[in-house]
């Protein structure tokens, strides 16, 4: 648990945060706690899905070896509460007449009447209560069961692979509840500003899908990049055409976005159109440099290019010409070399790293963003603060089950008071 002094070196010292959330929200609460928020867990005896949640860990049994709780619940407090019968919502309810914040996870509506958020606060009208759900906490979908890989489709990431010759697949480790629980605590905190000026809370409501398109910003950003006619060039919009466009990287598609390095692999686009095409335009410029680009590609201006494959000036087996020119001048450089060229030249590109390359990263490693914590005698190591330059703590390990349920389902615990 963080410490009372830690959590007064927070901006948010003195503000008190319920959360109720499970796998589906955890990370609003951590957000708060870096804060300096004093987060209260709050979990069904039983213990939360999230402490069955993957990756484990092979120094504990279950249910002190999920290293996603670890991970997400680390920096809280935590009680069990047992919510399906009356008096553990009368305990909820009590913590919550003092309380500045709640958020919640649950499916809409179950178990019924478990929370009843405006209940709590028309008892505590300071009151800040956020909801995270899938689709909404009404509505057709409402009662809709959803995974990571159906909230991305549904979010319209998935879009662009709906017809291709293998099945669509989720985008890296599953983080469309991630997204939500992030977006959870930016919309408290605009709540809370609002309170600050009228003395009372509100509702927050955030869906996953919503911050799942909103992350990728799919098909949000075709008009501000030039490419309104998105659905067109993809063979799918009413004036299709034979001949495609593929603004990779400026809001759009990307046809090739993995290049094959000594050492493993980079991530670029080549990215065409005024929103990112002047990065592309570098990048040429260093192959000419160095004598690995042909002539016919010397004037390509990848800022006017869409104008241009609209017009058919330029073809798809120019396109692929240049690609494999650019593999080929890309295929004996490592990382840490295409790295360095990226800061010297300005170029939009990143190496594809393991988790012991990133670990091993010197940005990493002085900016101070992993830390080794404590939990129930086991060294976790977590992420670090996620921002510099504004108050914030350093966390301690996750809570066990039920482990401050003695100091604080008896009486509040005193910690410092915000003007």
Known sequence: MTSSSDRQAGFLAGYRVLDLTDARGLLAGQMFARMGADVIQVEPPQGSAARRTGPFADDAAAPDNSLFWS????????VTIDL?????????????????????????GFPAGAIDLEALRRANPALIT????????????????????????????????????????????PQAWIHAAADAACGAMMAHFARKRTGRGQHVSVTAVTSSAMATLAYILHEP????AFLDSLGTG????????????????????KWRLDDGYL????????????????LMQWMREDGALSPEFHDWDWVSLPARIMAEEIEGPQIERLRTEVAAFLAGKTKAEMLAQAVAK??????????????????????DNFQTVSEGGRQRMIVGSFAKNIPSVRLGGAPGLGAHNAEILGARPPIEEVA
């Open 71 to 78: 991970a997400y619940a680390a920096g809280k407090r935590g």
């Open 84 to 108: 399906a019968q009356p008096a553990g919502r009368e305990q909820l309810a009590r913590l919550a007449a003092s309380a500045d914040f709640l958020i919640e996870s649950s499916d809409p």
């Open 130 to 173: 956020v909801s995270v759900t899938a689709f909404g906490e009404d509505g057709p979908k409402a009662d809709w069961a959803a995974t990571d890989l159906t909230l991305w489709a549904a979010g319209g990431a998935l879009f662009p692979a709906r017809d291709g010759p293998s099945p669509p697949l989720s985008p890296c480790l």
């Open 225 to 228: 990049v030039g490419h309104p």
């Open 238 to 257: 009413p004036r299709a055409r034979k001949q495609t466009l593929d603004l990779s990287g400026s809001g759009s598609r990307s046809r090739r976005n």
């Open 267 to 282: 991530e670029m686009n080549l990215a065409m159109g005024p929103a990112a095409g002047h990065f592309t335009n570098k």
């Open 346 to 367: 300005k170029l939009l590109l990143a190496p594809v790293m393991t988790v012991a390359e990133v670990m091993e990263q010197p940005h990493f490693r002085d900016r």
